[in-house]
């Protein structure tokens, strides 16, 4: 195996950038993913600073290996990629008649490797990957041909992942239509005609400002995109004050609306506490029940507020210049006094039995994902260290 640096270049890269086609294409770390390449962001150089690095002019079936950040994760040039440049990034062009790129990928990318590379890791705080020690790595290598076929069963493995996570993605596209037509009244479900009524949050929701008398300390945070987390999980400490009588203390079903704006999330999130009996939360918080569970659905709701329903009101509610702290000012009487419009108790219901059902499914694939992956890093455990050996025809 051969490994060149790619970062003896002359100057800095960024002062070479060019918006023509005609640029050379520059590969960087970030472009660097266990599934292949991702071609967003990619920048182009000039064709003189191009002709100064040709060291790391890169061919078809190279491997890649970032060197700083996410060190050791590997990917295969690509055919349309070939004659680009690149930088931080170890170059390894592996003799065909020794070494299939494939194994290596896979022996790079896996646990074992990530070993190997964290052994040889240098830096206190930025951790980096020399190129010198890279090439001191040794490990097991079998023939050409057990190479080729070891590669050729994980790759199969790698097709059934992506096979399924392709699934994943249209069951999620699909429940997205699913949430902008029925949570809109833009598609109606057999039997339901009658007029979706408009009325506040307030007619349907309570506000909660119960204090945690009772001592609850299992502190949480609202994160949009995982829900109720717990704040020692989410933060990997607590930052909630010692005394924790002053703070919210929310039941199993009930809501909070976190103000601060995030992905995908631009005037903040409402969320169900669903995974706790209890959670203790700050009071900057806007946290509510249902009024009359005969008449409001919480599955419906859940589902409504998940597909940002209310942010049409929430951008009207919420005055100019008043984002302290990160957080939208956004007050408890103007929440609750914000407009819905909603079917009646028998059509909610039926539409979050509907959602509930793509939800369900999108869950089941992704266990099957998480499955096929743990089944393929024990086929890796053993492929890869020759525990296990494969007959070849």
Same mark, same amino acid.
């Given at each position: 195996?051969?490994?060149?640096?790619?970062?003896?270049?002359?100057?800095?890269?960024?002062?070479?950038?060019?918006?023509?086609?005609?640029?050379?294409?520059?590969?960087?770390?970030?472009?660097?993913?266990?599934?292949?390449?991702?071609?967003?962001?990619?920048?182009?150089?000039?064709?003189?600073?191009?002709?100064?690095?040709?060291?790391?002019?890169?061919?078809?079936?190279?491997?890649?290996?970032?060197?700083?950040?996410?060190?050791?994760?590997?990917?295969?040039?690509?055919?349309?990629?070939?004659?680009?440049?690149?930088?931080?990034?170890? *170059? &390894?062009?592996?003799?065909?008649?020794?070494?299939?790129?494939? %194994? @290596?990928?896979?022996?790079?990318? +896996? !646990?074992?490797?990530?070993?190997?590379?964290?052994?040889?890791?240098?830096?206190?705080?930025?951790?980096?990957?020399?190129?010198?020690?890279?090439?001191?790595?040794?490990?097991?290598?079998?023939?050409?041909?057990?190479?080729?076929?070891?590669?050729?069963?994980?790759?199969?493995?790698?097709?059934?992942?992506?096979?399924?996570?392709?699934?994943?993605?249209?069951?999620?596209?699909?429940?997205?239509?699913?949430?902008?037509?029925?949570?809109?009244?833009?598609?109606?479900?057999?039997?339901?005609?009658?007029?979706?009524?408009?009325?506040?949050?307030?007619?349907?929701?309570?506000?909660?400002?119960?204090?945690?008398?009772?001592?609850?300390?299992?502190?949480?945070? *609202? &994160?949009?995109?995982?829900?109720?987390?717990?704040?020692?999980? %989410? @933060?990997?400490?607590?930052?909630? +004050? !010692?005394?924790?009588?002053?703070?919210?203390?929310?039941?199993?079903?009930?809501?909070?609306?976190?103000?601060?704006?995030?992905?995908?999330?631009?005037?903040?999130?409402?969320?169900?506490?669903?995974?706790?009996?209890?959670?203790?939360?700050?009071?900057?918080?806007?946290?509510?029940?249902?009024?009359?569970?005969?008449?409001?659905?919480?599955?419906?709701?859940?589902?409504?507020?998940?597909?940002?329903?209310?942010?049409?009101?929430?951008?009207?509610?919420?005055?100019?210049?008043?984002?302290?702290?990160?957080?939208?000012?956004?007050?408890?009487?103007?929440?609750?006094?914000?407009?819905?419009?909603?079917?009646?108790?028998?059509?909610?219901?039926?539409?979050?039995?509907?959602?509930?059902?793509?939800?369900?499914?999108?869950?089941?694939?992704?266990?099957?994902?998480?499955?096929?992956?743990?089944?393929?890093?024990?086929?890796?455990?053993?492929?890869?260290?020759?525990?296990?050996?494969?007959?070849?025809?």
């Amino acid at each position: 195996m051969t490994t060149l640096l790619t970062n003896g270049f002359v100057g800095k890269a960024k002062d070479h950038y060019v918006e023509s086609d005609a640029g050379i294409l520059y590969i960087q770390g970030y472009n660097v993913t266990e599934s292949g390449f991702n071609h967003f962001g990619i920048k182009r150089v000039s064709a003189e600073f191009h002709e100064r690095n040709r060291k790391s002019c890169l061919k078809e079936g190279d491997l890649l290996t970032i060197q700083t950040g996410q060190i050791g994760l590997t990917s295969i040039v690509p055919k349309e990629l070939a004659g680009s440049n690149c930088h931080a990034l170890v *170059i &390894s062009r592996l003799k065909n008649n020794l070494a299939h790129p494939n %194994f @290596f990928l896979h022996y790079f990318n +896996s !646990e074992i490797g990530t070993r190997q590379f964290k052994r040889i890791e240098t830096g206190s705080t930025m951790k980096h990957l020399n190129v010198g020690d890279m090439e001191s790595l040794q490990f097991p290598i079998p023939p050409l041909s057990e190479q080729k076929a070891i590669a050729r069963v994980l790759g199969l493995m790698d097709g059934a992942i992506n096979q399924n996570n392709q699934l994943i993605a249209q069951k999620e596209l699909r429940k997205k239509w699913l949430m902008q037509n029925l949570l809109t009244g833009k598609k109606r479900l057999t039997g339901f005609t009658d007029e979706w009524k408009e009325s506040k949050l307030s007619d349907s929701f309570v506000r909660v400002t119960r204090k945690n008398t009772e001592v609850c300390t299992n502190v949480v945070t *609202i &994160s949009a995109q995982r829900g109720f987390v717990r704040q020692t999980d %989410f @933060f990997n400490k607590s930052i909630a +004050s !010692e005394t924790l009588d002053n703070y919210f203390l929310v039941h199993h079903g009930e809501y909070c609306y976190n103000k601060s704006y995030s992905n995908g999330y631009p005037w903040g999130a409402t969320k169900r506490l669903n995974d706790f009996d209890k959670a203790v939360v700050t009071t900057l918080y806007i946290c509510f029940g249902i009024r009359d569970p005969k008449m409001t659905d919480g599955e419906f709701f859940e589902q409504f507020f998940e597909a940002n329903s209310l942010d049409r009101g929430l951008t009207r509610i919420a005055h100019e210049g008043g984002r302290a702290h990160g957080l939208l000012n956004v007050t408890p009487s103007d929440f609750f006094s914000l407009s819905i419009t909603v079917p009646n108790f028998d059509e909610q219901t039926a539409i979050s039995k509907v959602l509930q059902a793509a939800d369900k499914e999108i869950t089941l694939l992704k266990t099957k994902t998480e499955k096929l992956r743990e089944q393929k890093k024990g086929m890796m455990q053993q492929l890869l260290t020759g525990k296990k050996r494969l007959r070849l025809d």
